[in-house]
């Protein structure tokens, strides 16, 4: 069955830092896969996406994500968080007609 | 930039009323879908409908729920008779095609709350 895996539940940094949120996920087909944010009160907005091709993959705000299927991981990073980054972040799989999401990490920036 | 929309923001409602949950997908989407998502929890899938008919459902998407395209550009769902777990924030999204191949674009969200 197909699951995703967000195991840290908060994380806090500070302005500045380096962030990587941690995204696990089971399919047990080529995996489509996707980051999303949400402020608070607000939508769901698309970060990136991974289809095929390049594994390392860019989006916006000056996130990437890294596809690794050795390890069905598809981790998010940012070298330099900046304050108006804080807001929960979900990592999910596309498969047939609907997604499945994670259950989010809430990020924290300490200024 | 197109987007989703959906109305109301918030919807107050008392135990066994019905609602319905109105969305205005991107106007060239053919694929359109309802997630929930419960308070401290996660975004879970309700429903998909493509072609005018429901493409697939989840477990929770049961006999209280219903969608419909009533005209070329709303959708909506309806719950017949509500029930104090069914608060939450219900997601509206729209995609051209589905889910493997296609970005879904999410509206704001209405939150429910069944008192």
């Not at chain 1, 000056?62 to 299927?69: I, L």
Request: proline share 4%.
């Amino acid at each position: 069955a197909q699951s995703v895996t967000q195991p840290d539940i908060h994380i806090t940094v500070s302005e500045g830092a380096s962030l990587e949120l941690r995204c696990n996920y089971s399919y047990g087909a080529t995996p489509y896969l996707f980051w999303y944010v949400q402020s608070p009160g607000q939508g769901l907005q698309l970060l990136l996406k991974y289809f095929s091709g390049d594994t390392l993959v860019q989006g916006i705000k000056g996130f990437e994500a890294e596809f690794k299927r050795s390890q069905s991981s598809f981790n998010l990073r940012k070298p330099s968080v900046h304050w108006s980054d804080a807001a929960e972040y979900f990592c999910a799989v596309g498969a047939g007609d609907k997604f499945y999401f994670g259950s989010g990490t809430k990020l924290n920036v300490k200024p | 930039e197109p987007e989703v929309t959906q109305t109301p923001s918030h919807q107050v409602t008392q135990m066994g009323q019905e609602v319905i949950l109105r969305c205005v997908p991107i106007s060239n989407h053919l694929y359109f879908y309802w997630y929930r998502q419960i308070l401290g929890q996660k975004v879970e899938f309700l429903v998909s409908f493509y072609n005018n008919e429901i493409s697939e459902k989840s477990e929770i998407f049961d006999d209280q729920f219903s969608v419909e395209r009533p005209d070329g550009s709303n959708f909506t769902l309806k719950i017949r008779s509500t029930k104090l777990e069914d608060s939450a924030m219900y997601f509206c999204a729209s995609s051209r095609g589905t889910s493997g191949g296609n970005e879904q674009f999410f509206g704001p969200g209405t939150r429910l709350t069944v008192l």
